[in-house]
């Protein structure tokens, strides 16, 4: 499976557990289908579920005028697992995951959605960049 076939994947897991409180595997399995899973696309369902505290601390430190309870599912889906690859995923670069981030956003979020995804994610990066 290619990265960005995962990724969708994993976003889709995500959301899934996000509104109805799933087993990761279980919304992998869902959202797969018939499909064979991928080693990629576990990683990011199982590692966002299991670092969601930290993952949520540096979305919500960098979030202006909104908490994380009221931004929409998918931007929060999408902003959950790109913090975490950026966070926890040290061979991918930056960049990749942002704009493979961004690309999610323009194709399941709304209007707007994809700037919002970038100017956060941006931030992250930035203070994840200083340490």
Known sequence: M??????EKALQSLFQIDRSQIEPIEAIRYTLEDDESDPFLEDLVIGTTKNLIEIDKHISENLEKWTIER??????SIL??????LIFL???PYSVSMDEAIELAKKFGDDT???FINSVLS??????AQK
Not at 2 to 7: C, I, L, S, V
């Open 71 to 76: 931004l929409g599912n998918i931007d929060r």
């Open 123 to 128: 931030k992250i990066k930035n203070k994840l």
């Open 90 to 92: 040290e061979d991918i």
């Open 113 to 115: 959605s994809s700037k």
């Open 2 to 7: 290619k990265r960005r076939t995962a990724r």
């Open 80 to 85: 959950r697992m790109a913090t975490y690859e």
